[in-house]
Nanobody
């Protein structure tokens, strides 16, 4: 089992940047595909980005491609989301998730963090 704790959210102006972090407990972090999701007010939670166990492969939602970048540091049991060129529509609670699998996916994650709020002012 793995526990996930997100940090780094906050208020930022449109066009700005933020870096989210997710710290995972346990000694098997490198066994998990990791991902970020987000949920805006009144909307369903949506996939943002995923990264393979080694960090060698990534996947992004079309809405964030070229602006957001996911990375991980298995030595630190952490995954990150660098968010650039933020816009008002990026405002949401961002969640870190883990999937006990070899396959990158936008669905079927086993463990979730509590989320961190990102607010982009226009």
């Amino acid at each position: 089992q793995v526990q996930l704790v997100e940090s780094g959210g906050g208020l930022v102006q449109a066009g700005g940047s933020l870096r989210l972090s997710c710290a995972a407990s346990g000694r098997t972090f490198s066994s998990y595909v990791m991902a970020w999701f987000r949920q805006a007010p009144g909307k369903e939670r949506e996939f943002v980005a995923a990264i393979s166990r080694s960090g060698g492969a990534t996947s992004y939602a079309d809405s964030v491609k070229g602006r957001f970048f996911i990375s991980r540091d298995n030595a630190k049991n952490s995954v990150y989301l660098q968010m650039n060129s933020l816009a008002a529509e990026d405002t949401a609670v961002y969640y870190c998730a883990a999937r006990n699998s070899m396959i990158l996916s936008a669905t079927n994650y086993d463990y979730w963090g509590q989320g961190t709020q990102v607010t982009v002012s226009s």
